[in-house]
Nanobody
Framework: QVQLVESGGGLVQAGGSLRLSCAAS????????MGWFRQAPGKAREFVAT????????VYADSAKGRFTISRDNALNTVYLQINSLEPAYTAVYSCAARGGPSYRTSDSGYDYWGQGTQVTVSS
């Protein structure tokens, strides 16, 4: 069993940056593919980025390319999502997820464990 806790969200102005963190406990997540998803008010959850267990492979949603960077520190059992040049459209609850395997997945059905999420609100 893996427990995931996100942090780093908040209220920021457009153009700013945030780094979200996802800390895993219970079991080491070093062997797990990890992903970030977001859900805006009134919308379905959508894929943002994913990273393989080794950290060597990453995939981004088209909407995230260029401004989002996913990374991980397996020694700290933590995955990060750096978001630059924030826009109001990025306002959402951002959740991390872990899957019981080393590869990455872009679909939320490919994940076994989820955090509660952290709210990101971008003001114009």
């Amino acid at each position: 069993q893996v427990q995931l806790v996100e942090s780093g969200g908040g209220l920021v102005q457009a153009g700013g940056s945030l780094r979200l963190s996802c800390a895993a406990s219970g079991r080491s997540n070093s062997g797990y593919g990890m992903g970030w998803f977001r859900q805006a008010p009134g919308k379905a959850r959508e894929f943002v980025a994913t990273i393989s267990a080794s950290g060597r492979s990453t995939v981004y949603a088209d909407s995230a390319k260029g401004r989002f960077t996913i990374s991980r520190d397996n020694a700290l059992n933590t995955v990060y999502l750096q978001i630059n040049s924030l826009e109001p459209a990025y306002t959402a609850v951002y959740s991390c997820a872990a899957r019981g395997g080393p590869s990455y997945r872009t679909s939320d059905s490919g994940y076994d464990y989820w955090g509660q999420g952290t709210q990101v609100t971008v003001s114009s």
